[in-house]
T-cell receptor, first 111, second 113 residues
Framework: EDQVTQSPEALRLQEGESSSLNCSYT??????LFWYRQDPGKGPEFLFT???AGEEKEKERLKATLTKKESFLHITAPKPEDSATYLC????????????FGQGTRLTINP | DAGITQSPRYKITETGRQVTLMCHQT?????MFWYRQDLGHGLRLIYY???????DKGEVPDGYVVSRSKTENFPLTLESATRSQTSVYFC????????????FGPGTRLTVL
């Protein structure tokens, strides 16, 4: 069964304390991996798409990386406004019309 | 630039009633999607549409009906609501399909009593 697992479920950091969120997947064939940010009471907001192992993408304090089994979202020197739930999703080669989402990591950055 | 909007934002209904959730996009994107988000399950695809008059089932379609007579609208109907359909529903769209960036609406929180 295709599965996407995110860890940890929740993470509290102090402002400026760098860390990484993990998204591991066991799927039959990966077409792409997506990262989204979701603020409370709002819809997910697109961050990155990664397509092949070794690929990296950066945006401000966030960097996403991809291997054959997992993806990491590295957050460097986070600020309180980076607090949100971060979702990863995979698009499969078969059944490519859907994204399989992980359950998310709830990130809190304390000032 | 309104993007993608959903209405209502909150809805309380009773078991057995019909409920329609509305989704409207202003970009004329081809693809539209309906997801539900539940604790412990993450986001799951209910239905999607590749174009006007073309719809297909997602992961959890039972109990839901969709239509897309116009490119910009993609309503989701619960024909006879059940408590298990209590959830937050998100509509999304993308220009070229699931591999393209999906833009999500603000969501509708539905409670079925």
């Amino acid at each position: 069964e295709d599965q996407v697992t995110q860890s940890p479920e929740a993470l509290r950091l102090q402002e400026g304390e760098s860390s990484s969120l993990n998204c591991s997947y066991t799927v039959s064939g990966l077409r792409g991996l997506f990262w989204y940010r979701q603020d409370p009471g709002k819809g997910p907001e697109f961050l990155f798409t990664l397509y092949s192992a070794g690929e990296e993408k950066e945006k401000e304090r966030l960097k996403a990386t991809l291997t054959k089994k997992e993806s990491f979202l590295h957050i460097t020197a986070p600020k309180p406004e980076d607090s949100a739930t971060y979702l990863c999703a995979v698009q499969l080669i078969q059944g490519a019309q859907k994204l399989v989402f992980g359950q998310g990591t709830r990130l809190t950055i304390n000032p | 630039d309104a993007g993608i909007t959903q209405s209502p934002r909150y809805k309380i209904t009773e078991t057995g009633r019909q409920v329609t959730l509305m989704c409207h996009q202003t970009w004329s994107h081809s693809y539209m999607f309906w997801y539900r988000q539940d604790l412990g399950h993450g986001l799951r695809l209910i239905y999607y549409s590749a174009a006007a008059d073309i719809t297909d089932k997602g992961e959890v379609p039972d109990g839901y009906v969709v239509s897309r007579s116009k490119t910009e609208n993609f309503p989701l109907t619960l024909e006879s609501a059940t408590r298990s359909q209590t959830s937050v529903y998100f509509c999304a769209d993308s220009l070229a399909g699931p591999s393209d960036t999906q833009y999500f609406g603000p969501g509708t929180r539905l409670t079925v009593l």
